[in-house]
């Protein structure tokens, strides 16, 4: 038998230590910070979280494929994450941040609970389809068959209605919940993507103009064009709900809109393909940068990027959990966020 020094003993018993050392940090570190960012890298198949205060990352949870856009359970106690091309929607504890459990969903793309909490809404972007599930155990009550690439939803605030963006036929469907029942389809331009129900109004950012367009929720006529940077992607609504974002991907612009006549009164530069938007506790704005793989944190007020954080590849969805109470973030109808 080859004997062994002590010496080259030790050092490995050392090397183990320290590796478990390390690790216990880094799960220690992962328990006590319950003020999570969750950042979704869509070409990493990995989600990365945040402490918000230190903007430390305290963990990566590894999905699937391809994962993309989140939704907060009505009860608060879970996020769930839509992982597109794996055809799995996973649970992670919305305060701890660990993977809970998982079940399969087809093509969970973009994903939003109604705001009476009754119905899942999932638009499958790869299979063109939209699916309306029972929130209470997710079985499927209606599947359409849309053209094509169903890509953002937003609902009518008494959930009677989602309305979905059509990105490959520059058009918008309404589908009445209950029923499954499309009420009206109409045109608005290239490529749509976000969603956003405001003031009676619904919202369009037509991502191939310079324009975001305000439909009649009624029949979906365009009642106006709100002209802009080019390339509107999504919408947003500020905590105290008195301000209005798009975020302009393709041109690197965040316009933030007049909140009753919704006319651009400030523009922010930020380069790399700003995506998705939340709000800190702070106020600050965290926004995905889809091409340069961080998040960039904005004072709304100057402007100014304070901060930006290293994410995986092709950051997309994000969520604060500090932001439990408002399960809505695009429904512009409603109280402000305590």
């Known amino acids: 038998m080859r004997s062994v ?15 478990c050392a390390s690790m216990a940090v880094l799960s220690a570190g992962a328990a006590r910070a319950e003020r999570l960012a969750f950042v979704l890298n869509s070409a990493d198949a990995t989600i990365s979280e945040f402490d918000i205060d230190t903007h430390q990352e305290v963990r990566r ?68 389809q939209v699916d309306i599930y029972d929130a209470t155990d997710y079985h499927l009550l209606h599947r359409l068959h849309v053209e094509a690439m169903p890509s953002h939803m937003n609902y009518a605030p008494d959930s009677s209605v989602v309305y979905v963006s059509l990105q490959d036929t520059g058009k918008v469907t309404a589908i009445e919940t209950q029923t499954g029942n499309v009420l009206w389809t109409s045109d608005v331009g290239s490529t749509p993507a976000g969603v956003l129900w405001h003031n009676g109004q619904i919202l369009v950012g037509v991502m191939g103009t310079n324009y975001v367009a305000a439909l009649d929720p009624a029949d979906g006529h365009i009642a106006r064009k ?7 992607h999504n919408l947003f609504v500020s905590p105290d709900r008195k301000r209005l974002y798009v975020t302009c991907r393709a041109s690197g612009v965040i316009e933030r809109l007049d909140w009753d006549t919704l006319d651009v009164v400030q523009s922010y530069h930020v380069a790399g393909g700003p995506d998705d938007i939340v709000f800190a506790p702070d106020g600050k704005m965290w926004a995905t940068l889809r091409w340069r793989q961080h998040v960039a944190i904005i004072d709304p007020t100057s402007g100014e990027i304070t901060d930006t954080i290293r994410t995986g590849r092709s950051p997309h969805g994000i969520w604060l959990n500090t932001n439990q109470p408002l399960l809505h973030l695009s429904m512009a109808d409603g109280p402000a966020i305590p």
């Open 5 to 19: 020094r002590p010496t080259r003993l030790f050092r490995h018993a050392g090397m183990l230590m320290m590796a």
């Open 226 to 232: 709100i002209e802009m940077a080019p390339g509107p």
């Open 61 to 128: 949870v590894s999905v699937l494929r391809e994962p993309h856009h989140t939704a907060p359970t009505p009860d608060g106690k879970y996020l769930l994450v839509g992982d597109t091309a794996g055809n799995m929607l996973f649970f992670l504890d919305a305060v701890t941040g660990e993977r809970v459990k998982q079940i399969p969903v087809a093509d969970p793309y973009q994903l939003q609970f109604s705001p009476d909490g009754r119905f899942f809404t999932v638009a499958g972007l790869a299979r063109n």
